[in-house]
């Protein structure tokens, strides 16, 4: 593989294969604190869309209001503000290579 080239404002170090035709790209959670270039934001396994991985604050539980028939225009709106509230959100006190306290890593919400 070449050195990792990070593509765009996104949080993963990709890398390419001599001669293959795609890139294959690694975000490292535990190893490496990449908030400050992270612009993603994840929809775990059981409904909720999260800011920030590290970061349990500003959830919206989608699977339970899309099933309990909260209107489109409320959701969105909803969706807009946290994405508003992203860069505050990010778990930018966490320390490179340590454990903290959040209680659902990428493995726990299905991503």
Not at 26 to 46: G, H, K, P, T, V
Request: glycine content about 8%; proline content about 5%; hydrophobic content about 30%.
């Amino acid at each position: 593989m070449t050195e990792s080239r990070v593509c765009g404002e996104g949080p993963a170090d990709i890398f390419q294969i001599p001669k293959a035709l795609g890139t294959v790209g690694f975000i490292s959670q535990m190893s490496e604190c990449f908030c400050d270039r992270c612009n993603r934001i994840r929809l775990s396994a059981d409904g909720w869309l999260r800011p920030c991985l590290l970061n349990e604050t500003g959830q919206i539980n989608l699977k339970t209001a899309l099933r309990s028939g909260v209107a489109p225009t409320q959701l969105q709106a909803q969706v807009r503000e946290l994405l508003t509230l992203k860069p505050t959100i990010n778990f930018k006190q966490r320390e490179t290579s340590t454990t903290s306290t959040y209680k659902r890593t990428m493995s726990k919400i299905g991503g």
